[in-house]
């Protein structure tokens, strides 16, 4: 099986030899350089990673050029800010290649006391609400830690280059009758400064990028109708996750 991780990256030196460093074996890093400016991109290749240069800022600009790079079957997302453990990818990744769902996401558990800033958190919270009303998805976190595979991922399209890219994969993904569920991983206080939530002011740029992708999905689901998750028959099925597309296409 082949999997490849891509680590969005912006001013991340510090915290690449951690994070490539606990890769499972035969996972392959794509580092994304999205303009650093502290040698980011060479600490990723003197580390063995694929090192893609992205001048177009933004989170979903650097996601989608490390989707572009990628060639492995299974695609999975995880921040280059140490804040999360490559380690607990596998099980993610199984969830997917057994069948048993489309979009494998990792929930955050905090393991510190200021791993997650406060302002950041709420905003979370509010916007998971907001996501499983519009979803039926019973999804408590849009964490950036998921895994998919790849001509999946390739055929939803996605179009946000800010902030939105996360949330708008798990629209698209409602939209597409996909099976989606979520288990626990561990959020460390990552390394560096934060370029997103970790400030009051990304924050608000994030949370104004992903009201925007809901309003538009509400207007657009009034003329659609939902197919339902595709139904894999494998042992590993559970009725959780086909709960999850029932819901979200009766939504």
């Not at 030196?13 to 794509?30: E, F, H, K, M, S």
């Not at 299974?74 to 453990?85: L, Q, Y």
């Not at 006391?113 to 406060?118: E, I, K, L, V």
């Amino acid at each position: 099986m082949k999997v490849d991780v891509i680590l969005p990256c912006l001013d991340e030196a510090d915290a690449l030899p951690t994070v490539i460093g606990r890769l499972p074996q035969g996972y392959r890093a794509i580092v994304v350089d999205n303009g650093s400016t502290d040698g980011s991109a060479d600490v990723a290749r003197a580390l063995g990673a694929l090192v893609v240069t992205e001048p177009r800022r933004g989170f979903g600009s650097a996601c989608d050029a490390g989707v572009q790079a990628a060639t492995a079957d299974f695609i999975a997302f995880c921040d280059a800010d140490a804040s999360m453990d490559p380690a607990e990818l596998p099980p993610l990744v199984d969830r997917v290649a057994s069948g048993r769902v489309d979009l494998a996401l990792g929930r955050r558990i905090p393991t510190s006391r200021g791993a997650w800033a406060p302002h950041a958190r709420f905003a979370n919270r509010v916007l998971a609400v907001l996501m499983r009303r519009a979803t039926g998805y019973r999804l408590r976190d849009l964490g950036p830690m998921r895994v998919m595979r790849r001509e999946d991922l390739l055929a939803l399209d996605l179009r946000d280059r800010r902030s939105g890219y996360p949330l708008e994969m798990v629209l698209a993904a409602h939209a597409a009758g996909w099976l989606v569920d979520e288990s626990d991983i561990g959020y460390a206080q990552r390394v560096g400064d934060s370029k997103v939530t970790g400030t009051l002011r990304g924050t608000v740029n994030a949370v104004r990028d992903m009201s925007r992708l809901l309003r538009a999905y509400r207007r657009e689901a009034r003329g659609r109708v939902v197919a339902p998750g595709r139904l894999r028959q494998t042992a590993g099925s559970t009725p959780e996750a086909v709960g999850s597309a029932s819901e979200g296409a009766r939504s």
